[in-house]
């Protein structure tokens, strides 16, 4: 469903050389005498956390990691969730030997085992008995999970899956991981997934509610509803054979979604027995979107933990009728082979764009004051001049991992360049630009792949309309036949009265209908109250 071996066979044929990304499982731990993971965990790296003095995370350590369900250190598997195992495999079970394929293993292809350095970080280092069946299960506590992430960040992990949540939505517990997950994203280049939960409601669950972290939503096909569940005859909503599980929690809080029921992968039974079984929840949903977030940072390694996440999201597929984002689906349903595409599409007589006349606006509004505008996106400072390339070849080459453009001069091409129909910027060192690049007063943006993007443009959670010259637009515009207005930022603005004028929650300018007590005419004008 989330098109993973199109994904591998992208990657595999596109000639570069892969090296693996570290992605780390912040979970119950791993069997590592399993078939599937026995050669794909790191054993060098992952850990088992110990619990340390509550309020003091310096005495928090670690010990080599020995399986699923060692507790704070004890001798034997006490707990048999088994639940960092199945992460573990949706994720990376190994390729070519007979048993399951992780979404990111690769496959049959050149790159199986070769896209995901699997550090596994049992975090869990506490137990409770469960009260409904009386057995031990897994738990850990705050100081588990910051020292986890602090691990990680350690060991230079660029994608963390944490299928995991807190039973309740404290403020301040939100506020701190706020702070820490956006830290670890900014400044560690850290992409964090982490599981909605599964209470089946609209309620935040932390860390995935965090504003850096992507909070994955769980998707149901008809075909793979589980016994008991009631998925589909309970759906608010299907597209084709697809709907949200009426386990997972949902909300405008949530990012992207992906299959989190009845999904098969690796297992440890009652602590002992390596085999597979079938687990439904969030928790599995999550590491299905950090594993194609591991193959686009491992295809494309120039790309921030940022820009990978404007990925995912531009390239997801709309679930809902509501265009864009929406609280059932977030951006949609993950999509590996587009996401891929994206990054690896090779940049598909210098010019510059032609600029396209502005479209007529309506009459400017004047029933209330525009809102201040919001800063610019920054600009990225141009490198220096180029070198002359050591190369004979002509078109694109990689040069220290980046992209350039080599004339029929020989030279390396800079500025705006037209291939195949596509256009590019080169800067003056002739590294090929991504994301946004203002020249003169107006704004651009470059795709993963560098095409200057055109039309509707999805980044995190805001859309942008890029016109047909390139240019961000600002302020009133038509798209087709409708119109929107987006701030000074390009940010388009939805559910909202811009002077006398209401945009919807698609972005559309409402016409000939009520908004509440006002009426608005067919020029979308306000002409009524009542």
């Known amino acids: 469903y989330v098109k993973a071996p199109a994904a591998w066979e992208a990657i595999a044929t596109n000639g570069s050389t892969v090296a693996p990304v570290k992605v780390a499982v912040i979970d119950t731990g ?7 993971l026995a050669n794909v965990v790191d054993r060098s790296q992952s850990v088992e956390v110990v619990h340390g003095e509550e309020k003091d995370l310096a005495s928090w350590t670690t010990k080599p990691l020995r399986g699923d369900g060692y ?5 034997g598997v006490e707990e048999f969730a088994s639940h960092g195992t199945h992460v573990s495999g949706v994720i990376a079970a190994e390729a070519g030997n007979g048993g399951i394929l992780g979404v990111a293993s690769g496959g049959p292809t050149a790159c199986a085992n ?6 596994v970080i049992d975090s869990f280092s506490k137990k409770t008995r469960d009260p409904r069946t009386g057995a031990w299960v897994a738990n850990g506590t705050v100081y588990d999970i910051v020292y986890s992430l602090e691990y990680a960040r350690d060991a230079g992990c660029k994608v963390v899956n944490m299928s995991l949540g807190f039973d309740v939505y404290n403020e301040e517990l939100a506020h701190y991981f ?7 994203t900014d400044n560690n280049d850290m992409l964090i997934v982490a599981a909605a939960g599964n209470s089946g409601v609209d309620q935040k669950s932390i860390p995935a509610s965090c504003d850096s972290v992507i909070g994955v939503i769980s998707l149901t096909h008809r075909a793979h509803e589980s016994s008991g569940r009631n998925s589909i005859s309970s759906a608010a909503w299907m597209t084709g054979d697809v709907t949200r599980s009426s386990f997972s929690n949902y909300g405008a809080w949530c990012d992207l979604s992906a299959p989190g029921e009845s999904i098969y992968s690796t297992l440890l039974r009652n602590g002992s027995s390596d085999t597979y079984g079938y687990m439904d929840g969030t ?7 950090a594993a194609v977030a591991s193959m686009v940072r491992a295809a494309s390694p120039q790309l921030s933990a940022r820009e990978t996440r404007e990925v995912l999201c531009e390239t997801a597929v709309d679930l809902t009728d509501v265009r864009g984002k929406d609280d059932q ?5 993950v999509d590996a082979e587009a996401a891929l595409e994206e990054v690896l599409s090779p940049p598909a007589s210098s010019q510059p764009p032609v600029a396209q006349p502005d479209p007529q606006v309506p009459d400017q509004p004047i029933m209330k004051p525009a809102p201040t505008t919001p800063e610019q996106p920054a600009a990225k400072p141009a490198p220096q001049t180029p070198e002359r390339p050591a190369t004979t070849s002509r078109g694109w080459v990689v040069v220290a991992g980046t992209w350039r453009y080599v004339g029929n001069d020989g030279a390396y091409a800079t500025g705006w360049i037209k291939v195949k129909g596509t256009w590019y910027y ?3 060192n002739g590294d090929m630009a991504t994301g946004w690049l203002k020249i003169g007063k107006t704004w651009y943006y470059l795709k993963g792949s560098g095409a200057m993007a055109t039309g509707w443009l999805k980044l995190g959670k805001t859309w942008y309309f890029m016109n047909g010259s390139g240019a961000m637009a600002t302020g009133w515009y038509r798209a087709g036949k409708t119109w929107y207005y987006s701030n000074g930022s390009g940010a388009m603005q939805a559910n909202r009265w811009i002077g006398n004028y209401y945009v919807k929650s698609s972005g559309a300018m409402a016409t000939s209908q009520w908004i509440g007590r006002y009426h608005v005419n067919a020029s979308g004008k306000w002409d009524e109250t009542r």
């Open 30 to 36: 791993a069997s590592l005498s399993h078939f599937d």
């Open 71 to 75: 507790v704070n250190g004890s001798t």
């Open 114 to 119: 070769n896209l995901v350095d699997l550090v």
């Open 178 to 184: 706020e702070e820490l997950c956006s830290e670890l």
């Open 283 to 289: 928790s599995m949903a999550c590491p299905v979107v």
């Open 329 to 333: 689906s977030g951006w949609g349903a």
């Open 426 to 428: 080169l800067h003056e």
